[in-house]
Every structure is written in C-alpha cells, then in structure tokens.
C-alpha cells in the first residue's frame, strides 16, 4: 500500500466534510475517486496533498507519516487551474520543479524533457497569458508530474483538452502506471474512470460509501444480463426475460436477463435449437455510470 | 524552508524589477521627493511671523531734510521702528529687554563705517536684503543732501565701499535655523516611511490577490507552506523597495550635484566656507552660510540615515504583514477598503500630529507615540534629528520588532485559511476568529 488513510475526518465550522474516511490506495495503479458535487473529494484530495491537515485520524505513506521531506513525492493538478499568468511557459515551470526540491539544473532537464514530449517545445519562452487554453492545460500538467512524483494526483485532468490532447494525457497517465506510480483521479467523466482506473471508491456526503477494484464492483453489481447478436428470430425463451429485441441490418439483438438457476449456455442452446445463429455474445456489466447513480439513489432512499 | 522563501522572493525581485511601473517610480520617484522636501520648506516661509526692526539712525536729520520714514515702509513681513537716544542705551533696551527683532544702527555723515545689524531671531535672507537697500537709499540721499554738488562718481565709490555689518546677538537665530532643518529632516524621513509602506505593502496585497484570484497558490501550497510564500513575497517586494529606496537617493542626489555644479554652488564643505567668506563682500550672506553649517553640524545625518533604514525595514515588515492578511481575506479590490483603512489611521494620525511632535520632540505625546509600534516609524523620524536617547531607541526597536514578531504570527494564519477561501465576505470579526484556528 502506497498510501492509506485511517479514520480521516474534517470539519468547516459547523459543516461535516469529510467522516471517518478509511481508504488504502494500491502503489501501481489508477485510482478513482468519485463523487457527487460537493462530497468532499476536493477536501480529500488537500488533506492527502497536506494542503489541510485533518482534524483526526493518519495520513501514511509507505506507513510513514507527511512532512515536508516526502511532499515532493506528490504532484498534484488541482481542479482550479492557476498559473502565474505573466510568466513564461519555461521560468515558470523551472520555478515551480525547483520549489519541489528539484536543483536548476535537474529542473531545466525534466524541463526540456516535458516540452519535447508533449509537443510545446516552441512555447518555451512564451507568456503563460499568450497560450490557448488548451496549451494551458498541457502546461499545468508538466507543472504537475515535472519532478517525477511518486503520487500524482490529477483532479479533472481531461477539462479543456481536445479528444487528441485528452487522448495523449491518457496515454502518459497509462505510461505513469506502467514507470510504477500511484495515479489518483478524480472526475465525474465516467468513460475515463472505466478505461483508465483499477481501483474506485466513492465518496458522499463525506463518507466513502463504496470502494474497491473496479472489475469486482461491477460484478457485485451485475443483474445477469446478456448481449446476444445473431441472425434469426428469437421467440419466447424460457426462465428468461428479453429486455430488448430488435433488427439492425438483418442482424437480431437481444438482451435478456438470465435467472439465476441457469447459466447463458442453456440459453444459448435454446436459441441455437430455434434455429438462431449466434454470432455475439457478451455479459453487459452495469456502467460506473449505473453503479455511480444507483449507489447514490439508495444511499439518498 | 529558507531555501524556499529564497526561491519566492527571488520569483518576486525579478518579476518587480521587470515591470515597467518599477522603473517609472524610480524614475518619477526623486521628483516626488523634491516636492515633498520643497513644499514644507515653502509652507515655512509662509508662515513666518511678522518682525520688529528697530532704526537708529545717528545722522538726525529733520524731517524736512531727508525724512528717513519715506524710505522704510511697513509691510506684512516687518514694521520699523525708529529709535532716538544714545547708541549705548538704545543698545542695551533692545538686547537685555526688548522684545524685537532687531536693531539696525547707522553712522553719521561722514563716517563711512559699515551700519551695524543685530538681531535676535532668524531674519529672512529678503527682509534682510530689503531693509539693507532701503538703508543704502536713505544713506546715498544723506549723502546728496551734505553734498549736494557730487559727481556719479562719488556716489559709485559710495556704493563701493558702504556695507553693513550683521551680527547675530544670541542663539536664537542659530536654534531656528536648526529647528527648521531638524524638521524638515524628521518629516521628510516621516513621509518616505509612510510612502513606502503603503506603495509597497499595497504591493504586497495586490501581489496575494492576485494569485489567489489566478488560483496558482493550490499549485504553490503543494509544496510551499503558506507562511513560507508569505514571507518569501514580503521580503521579496521588500528588497525591490529598497532597490527603489537606492535609486531615488542615488538620482536625487545625482540631480542635486549636477545643479550645484552647474551653478557652483558648493557652498557646504568647510574649505569652500573659507573661499565664500573671502570672496562675498557682502558679509551677511557669509552668515548665513555659517548659520546653516553650524545647524547642520549639529544633526549627524549619517546616524539618522541608519536608525532611518533600521526603522523603515521594520515598518515596512510589520505593515507588509498585515497587508499580506488582508489581500488572503478578500476577493476583489473593493472588499480592501474597510481592512486597509484601519490600519492606516494609526499613520496618518502621526502625522496630523507632526507638528505638536516637532514643537515639543521630547513631550509625552511624541515619547509614547514613539514606542507604539503602529505609529514609532513615523513619530520616532519626526523625533531623531532633534536628538532621542539610545535607550529610548532600543524599546521602541525592541517593541516594533516584537510586534513584527507577533504581527507576522497572526497575519500567516489568516493567510493561510484565507488563500484558500473564496467568494466569502469577510469581516473583522470572521478575521479575528480565523487566528484562533
């Protein structure tokens, strides 16, 4: 375990925003940390970045507690971007390495490094002011990850990027995980949560009300359903409903919700006996984004 | 930590020094300052009180003859007075229980001895010059009336060789002229204080704001702790103001020996003195430059210039603090106003002040004014040239730095609840619990 957290809670005056929240996030992978609005992900994201210290409970990394020394282990995208406007693109991110305890030198490198790979070498010596939003954005992330952090911790990471950008942050968050670092996520872009993440958990109302592997949630919230494609037509099958039955160029899709006493096989040989040619066939897991509003629907009932 | 706050107020020298505003200030900057230095001076001539000059005019003609009235008029400035009796006695009246200003005595016909000019208080250069040509007038017509065939020529050599002697009866004069630079000293060094505080520690609070308003403070508090950014932005901006402070002494002192020379005008060193007494004839304006130099001689400017530099640091410091505090708390320039004029008061008070404090420099009011932290700065300026006791200077240090001390404190925990708040009004009240975190 990279990083846990033990009974962490924190309160603003009179407001409860984070509850006796404990998490273990796994060293290698990508995790997610999801959440309506204001249910206390930005909170959690600052206590584990020591921007707030909580009122009770441990923060451990690697079991040992934050300070100063093992701060520049995290890199940290803040969900408000910000960046000294009047400054150029390198002084500022040579800046901004050196304050996380990288030499002039070292931070020049990196520098250099970061421009190359994310293809904005030629704004080196621009004003952050002069810069596209997007090109921004790509400048806040190397401010983020240029001294090679341990922990990164992107809070939004793909708002404001185009589908080429979003896709070549996906790919260095991939890289990331790949070099063995912790990446941490937190988003309500439900597409990049089941294409990038391992792990979720699922914060409300400052309580973490689900966590875990991500494969292993959406089996435990698996309703037996079933995609099945094929050319033939499909009647009445038995001890099993059809959900969806319809046509798309001559071929049948249907999905159908299985119970429990018997398995997709046995349905498969009933339509196999109809005379239905099965071409397709696929459980259909509930998206994070079911998992994501039926768990906050029950929490809410 | 140190090598942090050294990275931000490097950040912060660099980008100051590179703004334009930076330059014009140092540029328009001695300007300012010559102004400020010029208009109390002015304000001063002014205000001068009206003066009494007695005449004693030993010739005693009568008033069908050369009516010496005609020839001193009354004006404003000064009424004169004529005097008739013996020299010795009139003398005597006028320094041991006169109340007037001065005493002009003039030969008779045909002595040409210089006339003789006492005073005891600080006559102005010009009164001086008008009532000495009004005497020279009077003399020539004297002279026309006893001989009344005289050629242009003897009226020249008249001219030539008539002069009139100044002198100066007790202290008084020197005290005013002393009076009048320690002053003028104490509230130019009062006003550069309150200059630099607020142009610099609004700086600093615009500086916080702004980056709280562009929202990169969450990408600095990674790994910068908040009392780390505070004092690296303080001592920052704080190193351009006496950047600042340098240029301004440097050009204003550039400009000064460029117009002296131009005009040789190097009337002030001890060897030039020499070379001006034998060169004026005219031995009043030999005086006065006396005058000055021996009121000058009695403030050490180079001390003043160190405990000035000590107490500007340490204002600047305290006060720098507190702007850093507001500029965390609010969102937007307008919210500053109920924050900023509070803690301005205390130095705008000092200085409607100012001239009780310059009247009476070793008073109450001027003592404990001057060991107040919010208001030592400024009084404790208006005060030094006229002479404060070391010990008093040590506890009005000690007190400034100790608030500084607890100051900063306060000030880095608003700071660091308040970076991070945002679209919350603020009150005094909301300030005062946040130090409590």
Known sequence: ??????????????????????????????????????????????????????????ILFNGKPISSTNKPIIGYLPEERGLYKKMKVGEQLVYLAQLRGLSFDEANKNLKHWLTKLDIADREFHIVESLSKGLQQKVQFIATIIHNPDIVILDEPFSGFDPINAQLIKNEILEMKKNGKTVIISTHRMESVEELCDEIALLHKGKLILRGNKETIKKSFSKNQYLIKGIGEASVIKDCAIIENYKQNNLTKLLININESQSVNDVLLTLIHQGFQVHFVEEQLPSMHAIFIEKINTYAQ | MLSNIYLILKREFS???????????????????????????????????????????????????????????????????????????????????????????????P??????????????????????????????????????NLTSDAIQDFNSRYAIKNIFVNNNAYQNVFESTASSIGLTAGILIYVFILLFGIQVMRGVMEEKSSRILEVMLISVKPFELMMGKILGIGL????????????????????????????????????????????????????????????????????????????????????????????????????????????????????NIINNPDGTMAFW?????????????????????VWQLIVSLSLLLGAFAAITYLSSKIFRIGILMYGKKVTLKELGKWMYY
């Not at chain 2, 004014?369 to 006791?389: A, D, N, W, Y």
Request: no cysteine.
């Open chain 1, 1 to 58: 375990m990279v990083l846990s957290l033990q009974k962490v809670s924190k309160n603003f005056q009179q407001m409860v925003a984070l509850q006796e929240v404990d998490l273990e996030i796994p060293s290698n992978s990508i995790f997610a940390l999801l959440g309506p609005n204001g249910a206390g992900k930005t909170t959690l994201l600052r206590i584990i970045t020591a921007i707030f210290a909580p009122d009770s409970g441990k």
């Open chain 2, 15 to 109: 980008m100051k020094i590179r703004n334009k505003m930076f330059w014009m200030m140092a540029l328009l900057g001695p300007f300012m300052l010559a102004a400020i230095m010029i208009v109390p001076v002015g304000l001063n001539m002014k205000s001068a009180d009206h003066k009494i000059i007695e005449i004693l005019d030993l010739n005693r003609l009568k008033k069908e003859e050369v009516n010496i009235h005609k020839y001193f008029t009354n004006t404003e400035e000064v009424s004169y007075v004529f005097m008739n009796g013996l020299p010795e006695d009139i003398k005597d009246i006028f320094l041991n229980k006169g109340t007037h200003d001065a005493l002009m005595v003039t030969q008779a016909y």
């Open chain 2, 111 to 148: 002595s040409t001895a210089a006339a003789q000019f006492y005073s005891k208080s600080s006559i102005s250069q010009k009164l001086l010059e008008k009532t000495e040509a009004s005497m020279l007038n009077y003399q020539k017509d004297v002279l026309l009336f006893k001989k009344a």
């Open chain 2, 240 to 355: 351009t103001s006496l950047l600042q402070f340098g240029m301004w002494v440097g050009i204003s002192s550039s400009i000064s020996y460029a117009i002296k020379s131009y005009f040789k005008l190097e009337m002030y060193s001890n060897q030039n003195i020499g070379n001006t007494l034998k060169f004026v004839n005219d031995s009043s304006q030999a005086m006065d430059i006396n005058r000055l130099m021996t009121a000058l001689g009695q403030i050490n400017l180079p001390y003043i210039l160190v405990i000035f530099l000590v107490f500007f640091i340490l204002a600047y410091l305290l006060y720098s603090a507190m702007f850093a505090a507001i500029g965390a708390a609010v969102d937007s320039e307008t919210d500053t106003q109920q924050f900023v004029l509070p803690i301005t008061i205390p130095l705008l008070v000092a200085f409607l002040l100012a001239q």
């Open chain 2, 369 to 389: 004014l001057s060991m107040v932290p919010i208001t030592s700065p400024i009084v404790m300026m208006l005060r030094l040239p006229f002479g404060v006791p």
